[in-house]
Nanobody, 115 residues
């Protein structure tokens, strides 16, 4: 069984930075596709970034050049470095692990960008 625990969310001013972490339990982290998704109030959950087990990363156009995703397989941890944050980045951010056709989700961490 896989459990995902996100941390690092909070309140930040526009233009600021935050680093999210996602700690995964179990033994399949290194061979899984990992991803960050977000859901703003009244909106559908949307992809932020995905990373293959080999390290190939895909970003949503809205975060390209501002967000950087990385993974540490030795620590079973996924990261999302968010810079130049905008009010429209405000959302609950979720970590996702996909292995074969099974998806696991974390509980989410709130990111609020406001002055």
């Amino acid at each position: 069984q896989v459990q995902l625990v996100e941390s690092g969310g909070g309140l930040v001013q526009p233009g600021g930075s935050l680093r999210l972490s996602c700690a995964a339990s179990g033994s399949i982290f290194s061979i899984s596709v990992m991803g960050w998704y977000r859901q703003a109030p009244g909106k559908q959950r949307e992809l932020v970034a995905t990373m293959s087990s080999g390290g190939r990363i895909t970003y949503a156009d809205s975060v390209k050049g501002r967000f950087t995703s990385s993974r540490d397989n030795a620590k079973n941890t996924l990261y999302l470095q968010m810079n130049s944050l905008k009010p429209e980045d405000t959302a609950v951010y979720y970590c996702n692990l996909r292995f074969i056709n099974v998806n696991y989700w974390g509980q989410g961490t709130q990111v609020t960008v406001s002055s």
